[in-house]
């Protein structure tokens, strides 16, 4: 398989991989080639996107709750300080 090109070494790995994995396989190479927009598809779900999948565990929506996790920080009395209980 050495003299193989990575193409042939790729259609052979392909050829092996299930319905389920080439679905994974097929929107992972359209997201790498891009469709000329820099909209996400409609049905677009970060839990089930693998590019992300192996960076990030919890939440993925932290940049449409930002105002509500800063409002969580904020002391009603104080504002944002450094409390001493939290200080190493």
Do not use: C, H
């Not at 192996?54 to 920080?73: A, N, V």
């Amino acid at each position: 398989m050495a003299d193989n090109t990575l193409q042939e070494q790729l259609i052979a790995r392909i050829k092996t991989l299930t319905d389920e994995q080439l679905k994974i396989v097929l929107r992972t190479v359209e997201e790498i080639g891009g469709n000329g927009s820099d909209e996400l598809p409609t049905d677009y779900d970060p839990d089930e996107d693998p590019l992300i999948g192996g960076f990030i565990s919890g939440p993925t929506d932290l940049s449409e709750r930002y105002k509500q996790i800063l409002r969580d920080e904020i002391d009603p009395r104080s504002g944002w300080t450094t409390k001493k209980d939290k200080l190493p």
